[in-house]
């Protein structure tokens, strides 16, 4: 089975920088046609919420609250997606997940990476 393993996750202050990646094992190149890779992340108390999603072509998606703060971008070589997080908020306090899913039969989760933003 396909497995996704995230890091880059840690404590920063406000307006500080992070940048998550998140690398698929288990998967050979044909898994990225036809593709959608996002970051999706989950605070105390809140809902899971998608954060950021690009798909196997390079077309990207966000979240209105980190437009402008972050950027996705995927190396299909590597089987790798990140997270780029400027000028980050208290409130983007959460544990962020990395998602695969390909069609409709196929999604997978990673295990996240715990973002903290305090001064």
């Known amino acids: 089975q396909v497995q996704l393993v995230e890091s880059g996750g840690g404590l920063v202050q406000p307006g500080g920088s992070l940048r998550l990646s998140c690398v698929a094992s288990?998967?050979?190149?044909?898994?990225?046609?036809?593709?959608?890779m996002a970051w999706y992340r989950q605070a105390p108390g809140k809902e899971r919420e998608l954060v950021a999603g690009v798909t196997n072509d390079g077309e990207t998606n966000y979240f209105d609250t980190v437009k402008g703060r972050f950027t996705i971008s995927r190396d299909n070589a590597k089987n790798a997606v990140y997270l780029q997080m400027n000028s980050l908020k208290s409130e983007d306090t959460a544990v962020y997940y990395c998602n695969l899913k390909v069609g409709a039969a196929f999604e997978v989760w990673g295990q996240g990476t715990l973002v903290t933003v305090s001064s």
């Open positions: 288990g998967a050979s190149r044909i898994i990225w046609s036809r593709n959608v």
